[in-house]
């Protein structure tokens, strides 16, 4: 991959068509280069029909890297691509997944590291009683599940078009008079920093950490399994049930949903101010991770953390984890005149 070519990304907003030309290039060379490796070769012929030749298997590679060119960084993960017609084509999840945490997941050599890292079996850490697990548990569905609609989720929170977000948005962050061209660089930046944030801490400690204190444990234990009852509909007694970190991924949007409104001013603390076409230029763009409230167990205090820090507490027993809730956005069109 040529992700050694990728500068430590500080993001000047009044280059941001710059910067995206930059990673398009980047993109667009490294997608082309993973359609034609295994293993995508092998996930596309087990997306095509069972009466295939070779020459209709090279008639949808060829279709997929003349789509990944046309797309480019416009690649939508969460519907696939498909072609109608007597030989309909389609892009295959795996891909399609692939690419997506190609455009989001990398921004430099630290976030080359940990992407590396979650797919490589022999470089894992044991923390907090963790064992090595396998790679392979990073399927499709599985980062679909935990990584791709939570960011999603989360970004819709920050970016919904309801009379309250506007306000909060453009009263501090964003020029009304710009909405629609900063509007799309806001959701990409605050995206790229949850995938940045979520990555690392699954890369820390793996889908199903055990905290080093049994009364924490067995609380987590609890949780995930109440989770698990709502989200795969087990029963209580069956012993099926998911990861602390599945469960906590799962609950985190709808989280921070519900603390949005009071807090957004301590959840975007860092996020750069401005009223006018563009943030100031020594804008950088680590300066729009998210922030979450923290309420303390022992002093009933809340505190605001990055999500490194929000992980860490709950797995020390110094917070609950997010209760779970199906997460839901009411979607109020923005009013506001200009």
């Known amino acids: 991959m040529s992700v050694t070519k990728y500068p430590e990304l500080f993001l000047f907003f009044q280059g941001f068509k710059h910067y995206k030309e930059m990673h398009h290039e980047f993109y667009l060379e490294d997608a082309m280069c993973l359609s034609r490796q295994e293993p995508c070769p092998a996930w596309i012929k087990a997306a095509m029909p069972h009466s295939i030749n070779k020459n209709t298997a090279e008639n949808w590679m060829v279709w997929i890297d003349k789509e990944i060119q046309s797309k480019g960084l416009n690649t939508d993960v969460l519907r696939g691509w498909t072609t109608q017609g007597p030989e309909r084509k389609k892009m295959p999840r795996e891909l399609s997944t692939a690419l997506w945490l190609l455009k989001y997941g990398i921004q430099g050599s630290e ?15 044991k923390k907090m009683g963790q064992r090595y697990w396998d790679p392979d548990y990073l399927t499709v569905d599985w980062v679909t599940d935990h990584v791709i609609y939570p960011v999603t989720q989360i970004v819709a929170v920050f970016t919904s078009t309801d009379e309250d977000t506007v306000n909060i948005l453009t009263d501090r962050y ?13 959701k990409e930046v605050v995206r790229i920093n949850l995938v940045w944030d979520i990555l690392e801490v699954i890369r820390f400690y793996g889908p199903d950490p055990q905290p080093d204190q049994d009364r924490v444990r067995a609380k987590l234990y609890a949780y995930a399994k109440n989770v698990a009852i709502y989200t795969k509909g087990i029963k209580e007694t069956d012993e099926d049930t998911i990861g602390v970190m599945e469960a906590m991924l799962q609950s985190l949007p709808m989280y921070i949903k519900n603390n949005f409104s009071q807090n957004h001013g301590f959840m975007m603390l860092d996020f750069p101010c401005s009223m006018s076409e563009r943030w100031p230029d020594d804008t950088k763009l680590r300066k729009f991770r998210i922030q979450v409230p923290m309420v303390d167990l022992a002093t009933n205090t809340t505190t605001f953390g990055y999500l490194q820090d929000y992980f860490k507490a709950v797995m020390l027993g110094n917070i609950d984890p997010p209760p779970f809730e199906t997460f839901r956005l009411e979607k109020k069109q923005k009013t506001k005149e200009i």
């Open 111 to 125: 976030t080359f590291s940990t992407l590396y890292g979650l797919f490589s079996s022999d470089s894992y850490p």
């Open 174 to 186: 964003l020029d009304l008079k710009r909405w629609e061209s900063l509007i799309t660089c806001f």
